[in-house]
């Protein structure tokens, strides 16, 4: 297979006179990894929806030519994957998936087994979607196409709920893939370990140019660059925010987390790591009540048990890893009215407001549906909604997945000004460290079920 993927003079927009997607000319070569690389919005999602075929068949206005080698299975893992699961457990997905595809009884077992195993997600395979963490859907996904055998596969943002590990594990995944003959389309941001797999990177914020040999080693080495994110051991007199005693969190029968003792520290920026899986968004949903746990919190010197849901959301705001779990209205513009008008931070008048949403490259989309912008353009506008509110504290799960580092670099911008205005406690679950350490004041790591401080001692202690 050495035909490539050919565009000519193609638009796209999901309103007839509004082009989102604008490529005179591309070819994409088969049988090697090609990625979109471009800032949050400028198409590499919708882009892969087409050569998939979702677009426009399931939305939006297509003109132009795309051609696909003849006789090409395809395959696509979505940015969101909880969107394309069909039953309940990594092990029926599997089996459903290759059902469709006619394979014989006989054979499915095994295939499943096979696809479990060599995305190392075999003690997965029974286990509710629901139950599992973001980065944990990602490798099901992934199984599941490894099971379909497909020729072309295609993967938006693969990577970003990942821990390094595991993202290292898939990168080896996708090379022997590659050895294998398969062609693979990457939408990412985040180049960091792609190196080995020697990639052909499509430039979207120019023109939608292949990028030279000399220009991929110079883009990929800087993302190669280490991401230990400076932070020093809090001192034991600063004031709590959260308190834990003999804090307990299971997930089923499984035990998380189990800590004797832990305070986070009030108005300080608190990064949250740890494997994909070990029970950082479950630490979360505890913390607002969502899910029990065993032990004592308290939350501002106050049992959290004596919270009621009112006060509760008035004193802490979750923003959720999956974006479209926080939408209340339809438009863009709607949300940020909404936000204003219960909102409680002093920061924010509608001149602010103004400022804030063209920094971050929304100004242009309040009229649109929110679930028609990208993920990139959904996590901006999460995240200032949130901002917006002024709890006093903030829980933020993978606020900057699937976002650019001059995205990353705004919010971060807006986060300090809200900060000087009213400080905040704000608690940040990230795979993404890069871009992070003007931000980050402690760092919490959650290994062995116990939650600790990372870093160096103060000066002070």
Same mark, same amino acid.
């Given at each position: 297979?050495?035909?490539?993927?050919?565009?000519?003079?193609?638009?796209?927009?999901?309103?007839?006179?509004?082009?989102?997607?604008?490529?005179?000319?591309?070819?994409?070569?088969?049988?090697?990894?090609?990625?979109?690389?471009?800032?949050?919005?400028?198409?590499?999602?919708?882009?892969?929806?087409?050569?998939?075929?979702?677009?426009?068949?399931?939305?939006?206005?297509?003109?132009?030519?795309?051609?696909?080698?003849?006789?090409?299975?395809?395959?696509?893992?979505?940015?969101?994957?909880?969107?394309? %699961?069909?039953?309940?457990?990594?092990?029926?997905?599997?089996?459903?998936?290759?059902?469709?595809?006619?394979?014989?009884?006989?054979?499915?077992?095994?295939?499943?087994?096979?696809?479990?195993?060599?995305?190392?997600?075999?003690?997965?395979?029974?286990?509710?979607?629901?139950?599992?963490?973001?980065?944990?859907?990602?490798?099901?996904?992934?199984?599941?196409?490894?099971?379909?055998?497909?020729?072309?596969?295609?993967?938006?943002?693969?990577?970003?709920?990942?821990?390094?590990?595991?993202?290292?594990?898939?990168?080896?995944?996708?090379?022997?893939?590659?050895?294998?003959?398969?062609?693979?389309?990457?939408?990412?941001?985040?180049?960091?370990? =792609?190196?080995?797999?020697?990639?052909?990177?499509?430039?979207?914020?120019?023109?939608?140019?292949?990028?030279?040999?000399?220009?991929?080693?110079?883009?990929?080495?800087?993302?190669?660059?280490?991401?230990?994110?400076?932070?020093?051991?809090?001192?034991?007199?600063?004031?709590?925010?959260?308190?834990?005693?003999?804090?307990?969190?299971?997930?089923?029968?499984?035990?998380?987390?189990?800590?004797?003792?832990?305070?986070?520290?009030?108005?300080?920026?608190?990064?949250?790591?740890?494997?994909?899986?070990?029970?950082?968004?479950?630490?979360?949903?505890?913390?607002?009540?969502?899910?029990?746990?065993?032990?004592?919190?308290?939350?501002?010197?106050?049992?959290?048990?004596?919270?009621?849901?009112?006060?509760?959301?008035?004193?802490?705001?979750?923003?959720?890893?999956?974006?479209?779990?926080?939408?209340?209205?339809?438009?863009?513009?709607?949300?940020?009215?909404?936000?204003?008008?219960?909102?409680?931070?002093? =920061? %924010?008048?509608?001149?602010?407001?103004?400022?804030?949403?063209?920094?971050?490259?929304?100004?242009?989309?309040?009229?649109?549906?929110?679930?028609?912008?990208?993920?990139?353009?959904?996590?901006?506008?999460?995240?200032?909604?949130?901002?917006?509110?002024?709890?006093?504290?903030?829980?933020?799960?993978?606020?900057?997945?699937?976002?650019?580092?001059?995205?990353?670099?705004?919010?971060?911008?807006?986060?300090?000004?809200?900060?000087?205005?009213?400080?905040?406690?704000?608690?940040?679950?990230?795979?993404?460290?890069?871009?992070?350490?003007?931000?980050?004041? =402690?760092?919490?790591?959650?290994?062995?079920?116990?939650?600790? =401080?990372?870093?160096?001692?103060?000066?002070?202690?």
């Amino acid at each position: 297979m050495t035909t490539p993927i050919t565009i000519e003079s193609l638009q796209f927009g999901y309103q007839k006179k509004q082009t989102i997607l604008n490529i005179p000319q591309l070819s994409i070569p088969t049988n090697q990894l090609t990625i979109f690389y471009g800032e949050s919005g400028c198409g590499k999602s919708t882009l892969l929806r087409i050569i998939a075929g979702l677009l426009p068949k399931y939305g939006g206005h297509l003109s132009g030519t795309i051609n696909l080698p003849d006789h090409l299975t395809c395959a696509m893992m979505f940015q969101d994957p909880a969107l394309q %699961f069909a039953l309940d457990t990594p092990r029926h997905e599997i089996e459903f998936a290759l059902e469709n595809q006619q394979v014989s009884a006989q054979r499915i077992p095994q295939l499943t087994q096979q696809a479990l195993e060599e995305i190392g997600i075999l003690h997965l395979a029974d286990r509710h979607f629901t139950t599992l963490s973001g980065g944990e859907q990602q490798r099901a996904s992934l199984a599941v196409i490894i099971a379909m055998n497909p020729q072309i596969i295609l993967l938006d943002e693969p990577f970003a709920s990942l821990d390094l590990h595991n993202r290292t594990l898939i990168i080896q995944q996708l090379k022997k893939l590659l050895q294998t003959g398969k062609t693979i389309i990457i939408a990412d941001h985040d180049l960091a370990a =792609y190196d080995s797999l020697h990639p052909l990177i499509i430039d979207f914020n120019n023109h939608f140019q292949p990028l030279s040999l000399a220009a991929t080693q110079k883009l990929l080495d800087r993302f190669n660059q280490p991401n230990n994110v400076p932070a020093i051991l809090p001192q034991s007199t600063d004031p709590a925010a959260i308190s834990l005693h003999n804090f307990t969190l299971r997930r089923q029968n499984q035990l998380l987390i189990q800590q004797p003792e832990l305070t986070i520290y009030k108005n300080k920026v608190t990064l949250l790591t740890g494997e994909s899986g070990s029970g950082k968004s479950s630490f979360f949903k505890a913390l607002t009540k969502i899910i029990p746990f065993d032990g004592t919190v308290q939350l501002f010197d106050r049992p959290l048990k004596n919270y009621s849901s009112h006060l509760l959301g008035q004193t802490l705001g979750l923003v959720f890893q999956n974006a479209n779990d926080q939408f209340l209205k339809v438009t863009v513009q709607e949300e940020l009215e909404l936000s204003l008008k219960n909102g409680q931070h002093p =920061y %924010f008048n509608r001149s602010r407001l103004a400022d804030a949403i063209t920094k971050l490259g929304l100004q242009h989309l309040t009229n649109q549906v929110v679930y028609s912008l990208s993920g990139g353009q959904k996590k901006k506008l999460q995240l200032l909604v949130m901002l917006m509110m002024g709890q006093s504290l903030l829980l933020l799960d993978e606020p900057f997945s699937g976002l650019d580092q001059q995205s990353i670099a705004n919010l971060i911008d807006l986060i300090h000004n809200c900060q000087q205005v009213l400080p905040q406690t704000i608690l940040i679950i990230s795979h993404q460290l890069t871009g992070l350490d003007s931000l980050i004041d =402690y760092h919490l790591n959650l290994s062995g079920r116990q939650l600790s =401080y990372q870093g160096r001692a103060s000066h002070e202690s």
